[in-house]
């Protein structure tokens, strides 16, 4: 059973940058199309990027840009780069991870945008 564990949120001046990691256990990364959502405060969550198993990249308008989606197959590690990050990125981001029927979600991690 694959299991997701976030980390490398924390508090960032607007401007700044956080990279975020997610952690693969269980079965292997290349078996899985990965992506990353996020939950503001009082809002649903929505999606961030993704990269499926053939490294296609997806990324949600208001993110372009900005952030980037990367995998390292060795390390069985998705990493989420964000850049230029503004107060409306505060949430908190979630790894996900989807192949036929699994759908799995990690914990999450807080990111607050903040001077």
């Known amino acids: 059973q694959v299991q997701l564990v976030e980390s490398g949120g924390g508090l960032v001046q607007p401007g700044g940058s956080l990279r975020l990691s997610c952690a693969v256990s269980g079965s292997s990364l290349r078996l899985y199309d990965m992506g990353w959502f996020r939950q503001a405060p009082g809002k649903q969550r929505g999606f961030v990027a993704s990269i499926t198993r053939s490294g296609r990249r997806n990324y949600a308008d208001s993110v372009k840009g900005r952030f980037t989606i990367s995998g390292d197959d060795a390390k069985n590690t998705v990493y989420l780069q964000l850049n230029s990050l503004k107060p409306e990125d505060t949430a908190v981001y979630y790894c996900?991870?989807?192949?036929?029927?699994?759908?799995?979600w990690g914990q999450g991690t807080l990111v607050t945008v903040s001077s």
């Open positions: 996900t991870a989807k192949m036929a029927t699994v759908d799995a």
